[in-house]
């Protein structure tokens, strides 16, 4: 009776998990977000989350349950000159997610507010694109004066790496070519200071769903 009654309970987990909704991301899809929110904990962990906003209270979220979502709106006209050709050619498009609060469209930045003076050489991490998949080219890049500078960008070639402060916010424009599902993996890395001994947080994968 008891073989029974067991093999009675597993068919019934069976048809359960069978008959669950398939898992879902969480997509954000306008307002605040930190796509790359940095956090240590002593005495040496470093971790790389989503630092969501988007509801006006900050939830912390893991990279793989988050999809950000750039829309139709996001989409610019490439600027004539050079010093844009990272975006396509000239009168191309291409999807951007701005530096600044654009109704509608998702602000994103990164955070490293979290990490406290005095624990890593230079008092700096370094953020490092490893690689990426897609159906175009990625970058962040800012403006300042109508020029942009490139900080992390597939088109001349990967890994890019940049020095960040600790307790800094930034945010930058988050560029895509082409419509499609891109996966940009990022790697956060830094230098103990009492230790000279290197933490990362690994290799954490980020997606993003431009739409035409």
């Not at 359960?16 to 790359?36: F, I």
């Not at 006006?56 to 979220?61: A, I």
């Not at 654009?102 to 890593?120: E, K, Q, R």
């Not at 990022?186 to 290799?203: D, F, I, N, P, R």
Request: hydrophobic share 40%; charged share 10%; net charge neutral.
């Amino acid at each position: 009776m008891k073989r029974l009654l067991t093999a009675a309970a597993l068919s019934a987990a069976l048809v359960v998990a069978a008959g669950s909704p398939a898992y879902a991301a969480t997509t954000l899809t306008s307002g605040h977000v930190d796509v790359l929110d940095v956090d240590y904990t002593a005495p040496g962990t470093l971790t790389l989350n989503v630092g969501d906003q988007t509801g006006g209270t900050l939830m912390e979220r893991d990279p793989a349950d988050v999809v950000f979502q750039v829309p139709a709106a996001a989409k610019i006209t490439v600027p004539a000159g050079t010093a844009w050709s990272f975006l396509g050619t000239t009168g191309g498009t291409a999807w951007v997610l701005p530096q600044g609060n654009t109704s509608g469209l998702l602000w994103p930045g990164w955070n490293t507010a979290d990490i406290p003076s005095g624990v890593f050489q230079a008092n700096s991490v370094t953020f490092r694109l490893n690689s990426f998949t897609g159906p175009g080219h990625v970058s962040v890049y800012t403006v300042a004066s109508g020029t942009p500078t490139r900080l992390f960008d597939s088109s001349d070639g990967l890994p890019d790496t940049r020095a960040v402060a600790y307790h800094a916010h930034t945010h930058a424009n988050w560029a895509f070519t082409k419509a499609g599902t891109y996966t940009v993996n990022y790697e956060v890395t830094g230098k103990l200071l009492a230790t000279g001994a290197t933490v990362t947080t690994g290799t954490r994968a980020f997606t993003f769903t431009v739409l035409p």
